[in-house]
């Protein structure tokens, strides 16, 4: 199993949108959607590490980074390795934009790519698609309604 240690971005528009990109698992097929963000590298501080994965997986550079409001831990499976990650999720408030995937830096991370979305809460609540985390249009809808929380929340996946 590897583990890894990963920071994930909520990039969420003054009309309450959020911003998720598509990936398709190589091995199963299976699509979903999900937060930019990923591993951090060595060396790497979360926000260092933050910053350099909404660029290659957005190219956005214009924004400030707000509070971090969540954290998980989940297993998963890509392209046939079982992977524990610790993920922490950071606020932050974009002016919407249109995104791109051009600076993906592996031709893995290109090959799995599969698309941008702006989200309501509401349209993700009545989709069929997968997202993750698991009740991510219930947690998004909370953190909308109630603001950051004071201190991260432990999501249980």
Not at 71 to 99: C, K, N, S
Not at 100 to 122: D, I, K, M, N, S
């Amino acid at each position: 199993m590897i583990e890894r240690r990963a920071v994930r971005a909520l990039l969420i528009s003054p009309q309450d949108e959020l911003l998720l990109i598509k990936f398709v698992e190589p091995q199963s097929k299976r699509a979903f959607w999900l937060t930019p963000g990923g591993g951090m590298d060595p060396g790497e501080s979360p926000l260092m590490s933050l910053k350099r994965e909404i660029f290659e997986e957005t190219g956005l550079t214009d924004y400030d980074i707000g509070p971090e409001v969540w954290q998980r831990e989940h297993q998963f499976t890509w392209d046939g390795q079982v992977i524990l990650q610790r993920e922490r999720y950071y606020l932050i408030r974009v002016a919407r934009f249109e995104p791109t995937h051009r600076h993906l830096p592996t031709a893995v991370e290109q090959a799995a790519f599969a698309g941008f979305r702006w989200w309501h809460p509401a349209d993700m609540e009545q989709s069929q698609e997968l997202f993750a985390p698991r009740g991510l249009s219930r947690l998004f809808q909370a953190l909308l309604q109630q603001g950051p929380p004071a201190m991260p929340i432990v999501l249980q996946q």
